[in-house]
């Protein structure tokens, strides 16, 4: 598949996808980026080590961000919690070429991205899964003013 193909499809992906879907999607591209980052360690390659904490960071912050505690109540918390130690345990692959340290996050993300996976499977065609309040990701589709259309917004580098 090329590169302009697998763009569309990608985008395609996000544009269908339910939120419970997207969040999981995220912590696909998140743990993918971390066991990228260590294999990079293995190889010497800083640069991609660097690129690949850098894109997990900036997965892992959006989730922070996009949580809701009010209306996620003690599991919004919580994560927000498990986000927080995250945040302050990545910068330790990068600052000490410490593959370990990716590893403990994939096994601190790892139940999250089942979780959500499994989330995202309960809802039914047409319909999302329930997933608000807790999101750790996207926000819902909004209506686009102009046109109606619903947009979604999700920040992921390449």
Not at 9 to 18: F, G
Request: with cysteine; aromatic share 6%; net charge positive.
């Amino acid at each position: 598949m090329n590169s302009s193909a697998a763009k569309t499809y990608q985008t395609q992906q996000i544009m269908t996808a339910s939120p419970a879907k997207l969040v999981a999607m995220l912590f696909d591209r998140a743990i993918g980026s971390l066991k990228e980052a260590a294999e990079a360690i293995g190889r010497g390659d800083i640069e991609a080590r660097c690129r690949s904490n850098k894109r997990a960071t900036e997965i892992v912050f959006h989730l922070y961000m996009t949580l809701d505690v009010e209306r996620g109540g003690e599991i919004a918390a919580n994560l927000k919690e498990l986000y927080s130690f995250v945040l302050r345990k990545l910068p330790e692959v990068d600052f000490k070429n410490d593959a370990q340290a990716a590893q403990d996050v994939i096994r601190l993300l790892e139940p999250l991205r089942r979780s959500w996976h499994e989330l995202a499977q309960q809802g039914t065609p047409g319909r999302p899964a329930p997933a608000a309040g807790v999101y750790g990701a996207a926000a819902p589709a909004k209506q686009d003013q102009a046109a109606g259309a619903p947009t979604r917004q999700v920040y992921v580098s390449a």
